[in-house]
Nanobody, 126 residues
Framework: QVQLVDSGGGLVQAGGSLRLSCTAS????????MGWFRQAPGKEREFVAT????????NDTESVKGRFTISRDNAKKTVYLQMTLLSPEESAVYYC???????????????????WGRGTQVTVSS
């Protein structure tokens, strides 16, 4: 079992930056591929980024390339999502997620993630 607590959301102006954090407990963090997803009101939850066990490989969705960076600190059992140049359309609840323990390929599919945080709200004002 993995418990995930995501934090760092808030209100930011368009063009601003935020860093989200997600801290894990209950399992060996370094054994889980991690990801970030987001869900805007009235929309489906969508993939944002994912990162490998060691943090040496990442994959993110096209719309955030060059602006968002996913990273992890296995010693702190934390995964981060650094977001820059935010736009109002990116206002959403952001969720961190963990895949099952062990080596698995990076994936963008929500159903491939077994554990989820409760989400942190990001609001970008225009």
């Amino acid at each position: 079992q993995v418990q995930l607590v995501d934090s760092g959301g808030g209100l930011v102006q368009a063009g601003g930056s935020l860093r989200l954090s997600c801290t894990a407990s209950g399992s060996t963090f370094s054994g889980h591929v991690m990801g970030w997803f987001r869900q805007a009101p009235g929309k489906e939850r969508e993939f944002v980024a994912t990162i490998s066990l060691a943090g040496d490989t990442a994959n993110d969705t096209e719309s955030v390339k060059g602006r968002f960076t996913i990273s992890r600190d296995n010693a702190k059992k934390t995964v981060y999502l650094q977001m820059t140049l935010l736009s109002p359309e990116e206002s959403a609840v952001y969720y961190c997620a963990a895949r099952s323990f062990g080596w698995v390929p990076l994936t963008r599919k929500m159903n491939d993630y077994k554990y989820w945080g409760r989400g942190t709200q990001v609001t970008v004002s225009s």
